[in-house]
């Protein structure tokens, strides 16, 4: 386990817009940052990262946090991994307790196969140089290929001996465990104890997930068998979703942001010959149709997509989904058609990146319009293929979401077609409708409370009575609202002082009280606590603290090593709107740290009535139950009960009605 200095060394060195640039294209806005949300699909900049803070958040789904809980939540690690992660980002040496038995195997399998992956890309890269079948077969094909060596080693393609299980002996005399190669899909097992290496007689390219890590291989057999399959993949495990992944992304990330735009190819050699000819913004989707995932991986970082086709009809056809798909999140997507008999990756060797590129500014032409001309061609004269194919046209018509785009692409359709354009429209129109009553009900990933759009997943579940007893089921509190408003100014302010006075022997200044202090004492003198145990733990912790020599409530809460509670502590604190400098300095401004007894007195106040009301409502149930129990001592004791709330409501009532002013 890390211990809590070499957290606190972590946290001041991990810059937020340092660590989110990595994954996502940010843009200055006002004082803050704000870019695509990595984490849902997000067609408009929702994600905001505020430097003053160091914390993001985004305003759609909810997610956010320190640079940690970004790590963890992109990454898919849990808190000390994610820690891990930035201290070698920032070349910080970490020293660590043993973990304990039930801690590593909580991560062991994920780190372990990610182990794993990195030995493998190794041991096969060092057969393709080092074993003369390697050189022999492997490094022959790729230099047949055209592929510099300085390329070679860049995607560390490597190759797999023609030997039944050569990589399952060698792991094993490593040291690693049979467990993890089955569940990467290095090796195959079989009932009767056999075990053949997947790989076996192929040259192999590695793929690297979006932070560089391997997460998969792709295998190419070199022999001219029609029984065996030309390429094979790592399957599905917990490191590898291939819907997920696309290849050479972490390699193209950078250009892609610096050209902002996205070439997007096939096959990985189409990738690897592209990057040697000078065009590094390009990806593949490996021979899968296209997926969402795979759409918003590129989405972060450009708006663009370039779609190169190898000039194959039947190959275009069944990729028109996939770019629909693109078209619906949003982006702008063009389609560039090689000569005939050149893919991606022949065209490539045979041009440098000027030409390449010159022969794209050329011939790309808008997705839109590439798909009319290709499916009125393919109808022809044929009335009812033609209508058919139309219909198709309309419906990726439809699927754009900007109202300015789609009305050009109707317009010119209408031209193309030769269709009036006001059919066009209605037809467009229709179907969108539909599409708008079948999502009529939104899913709400958020709770709406004072401060605005945090998780659920944050929020926790179990409550407690004012004995202190925790209900079996877990519920929302009927005061959390109230309780998270308490809590952010806990977490924001709680270390601050808010009564002191001077001592008249020595005349130092006394701190009588400070903020969670204050907070615990007003709630207790009435027998009330935070109700949600999370939130009440949170208070204790702030208490217990405040009195600390440099101890700071904000910095506690963000830096706490359980990510529940900083997660919490970072939505509480985020805002989406700061003033510009022009405001602060030419206007007068109440800010809430100078306002913070009025504000707290004010909040307590509205916690307390809230429980008032809850009692209330509360008894005059039982009043009724009662009456129709025909108890009438139990409605007197109950009556004089609803008497004495009643009296303690107008109280509360004219508080909350009045300003309060204290001095």
Not at 49 to 61: G, L, T
Request: glycine letters at 4%; a neutral charge.
């Amino acid at each position: 386990m890390i211990d809590q200095p070499t957290i606190d060394r972590i946290l001041d060195a991990a810059n937020i817009v340092d660590v989110v640039s990595e994954f996502v294209t940010l843009r200055r806005r006002g004082v803050n940052y704000v870019g695509l949300c990595p984490f849902h699909t997000d067609k408009s900049p929702s994600f905001y990262v505020s430097p003053a803070k160091n914390i993001c958040k985004c305003f759609a789904c909810g997610e956010g946090g320190t640079s940690v809980h970004f790590i963890m939540k992109h990454e898919q690690v849990n808190y000390f991994d994610a820690l891990r992660f930035l201290a070698k980002k920032y070349h910080i040496d970490i020293q660590e307790r043993e973990l304990t038995d039930k801690e590593k195997q909580i991560q062991n399998d994920r780190e372990s196969m990610l182990i794993v992956n990195s030995w493998a890309q190794s041991y096969f890269t060092t057969q393709l140089y080092e074993h003369v079948e390697g050189k022999s077969i492997g490094l022959r094909y790729f230099s047949e290929r055209g592929f510099r060596e300085d390329i070679i080693r860049k995607f560390q393609l490597g190759y797999s001996l023609d030997q039944r299980d050569a990589l399952y002996k060698e792991a094993i005399k490593k040291g690693y465990k049979k467990e993890y190669l089955e569940k990467t899909g290095l090796i195959v097992s079989y009932e009767n104890g056999n075990v053949n290496d997947r790989f076996r007689g192929r040259v192999i390219f590695p793929v690297h997930g979006l932070s560089g890590k391997v997460v998969a291989f792709g295998g190419r057999t070199l022999k001219k068998d029609d029984k065996t399959a030309k390429y094979v993949n790592s399957p599905e495990s917990p490191v590898y979703h291939k819907s997920n992944e696309l290849y050479g992304i972490f390699f193209a990330k950078q250009a892609i942001v610096k050209a902002d735009k996205c070439f997007l190819v096939e096959g990985y050699t189409d990738v690897i010959s592209m990057h040697q000819a000078g065009i590094e913004n390009v990806v593949a989707s490996s021979g899968t149709a296209l997926t969402q995932q795979q759409i918003r991986l590129i989405h972060r970082f450009t708006n663009q997509v370039t779609v190169l086709y190898d000039g194959d009809a039947a190959g275009i056809k069944a990729a028109l989904r996939g770019i629909d798909l693109i078209l619906e999140e949003g982006m702008n997507v063009k389609v560039v058609l090689l000569p005939d008999g050149e893919d991606p990756d022949s065209f490539a060797r045979k041009n440098n990146a000027t030409g390449f590129t010159e022969f794209i500014k050329e011939n790309e032409t808008d997705f839109i319009r590439f798909k009319t001309r290709l499916l009125l061609n393919e109808a022809g004269s044929d009335p009812i293929k033609r209508s058919s194919l139309i219909s198709d046209i309309i419906k990726t018509v439809a699927i754009i979401p900007d109202n300015i785009a789609r009305s050009v692409y109707i317009r010119e359709c209408s031209t193309m077609m030769e269709i009036e354009e006001r059919v066009l429209l209605n037809e467009v129109n229709k179907i969108r409708l539909k599409e708008g009553e079948r999502q009529t009900a939104p899913p709400s990933p958020v709770i709406q409370n004072p401060v605005e759009n945090i998780p659920t997943d944050i929020l926790p579940g179990h409550t407690v009575s004012p004995d202190d007893t925790v209900t079996e089921k877990p519920k929302r509190s009927p005061f959390e609202t109230y309780e998270l408003t308490l809590l952010k100014y806990i977490v924001k302010y709680g270390s601050k002082d808010l009564y002191k006075k001077k001592d008249p022997v020595t005349e130092e200044e006394v701190i009588l009280q400070y903020v969670a202090e204050y907070v615990k004492t007003e709630l207790e003198q009435d027998d009330l606590t935070l109700f949600t145990p999370l939130y009440k733990q949170m208070l204790e912790e702030c208490v217990s603290h405040c009195r600390e020599e440099g101890f700071t409530s904000q910095r506690y809460f963000l830096a706490h090593p359980d990510p529940l509670v900083s997660r919490l502590a970072a939505h509480l604190i985020s805002e989406k709107y700061q003033l510009s400098k022009y405001h602060s300095k030419f206007r007068e401004l109440d800010k809430e740290e100078d306002m913070l007894k009025q504000l707290l007195v004010k909040e307590l106040y509205a916690f307390k009535n809230a429980y008032i009301q809850h009692q209330i409502k509360d008894i005059q149930n039982k009043i009724k139950q009662a009456q129709n129990e025909n108890d009438p001592d139990k409605i007197m004791e109950l009556m004089i009960q609803l008497s004495q709330l009643d009296k303690i409501k107008r109280v509360l009532s004219k508080e909350l009605g009045e300003r309060i002013i204290i001095n």
